[in-house]
């Protein structure tokens, strides 16, 4: 992807994210595009749609919370509804920053539109969205949970029973598994 449009795109996501779930939208996102540009290198796709639809795969969380009703139980409440919303503000986005083709577009609107529905994830692009997007949740890293133990606990019990499972590239499950291992010794789960 070329740096000029990515820095163009991330001047304009990041107003959405910094309106979107209390200290977690903007290091996350940027904790899945990191991990977007390591699944890149491994398995290979098309950069710009990508990266793309990392950067705004979340943003249709943007003024549905705030500390007092960020918790595990809410989020999982508001998770279609923010695919939804995402696909709504990413027109919006893509119509200012230009440089896309028609046919990348479309493509970024379905993943934003559809990369929470785990049952519907079937073509490689979905599953690298899918993967980046789980590595950004457990990057203790790059991004720190404002969470309190108990929904933390929640979270990553959630995490394994339906997320961790479901990775299926090489590069995906080495990264998950150095991740989930760090993530379960730090915090003593």
Known sequence: MD???????????????????????????????????????????????????????????????????????????????HMQIGVEYSRNILDKVKGFEKEEIE??????????DLEQIVDNDE???FEADSLGQIDIERVKSNWNDEDYKKFINHYQRDRAIRFKTKTGIKFRDILLEKILKDKKI
């Open 3 to 81: 740096n000029n449009l990515e820095e163009k795109l991330k001047i304009e996501v990041f107003k959405y994210l910094e309106k979107g779930r209390p200290n977690w939208d903007l290091p996350h996102t940027l904790a899945v595009v990191h991990w977007m540009k390591e699944l890149l290198k491994g398995e290979g796709g098309n950069s710009r749609v990508l990266i793309t639809a990392a950067y705004l795969h979340d943003i249709g969380y943007a003024n549905m919370f705030d500390e007092s009703n960020y918790d595990d139980d809410s989020v999982m409440v508001m998770r279609s509804k």
């Open 107 to 116: 493509r970024i609107f379905h993943l934003v539109g559809m990369h929470d």
């Open 127 to 129: 599953q690298i969205l």
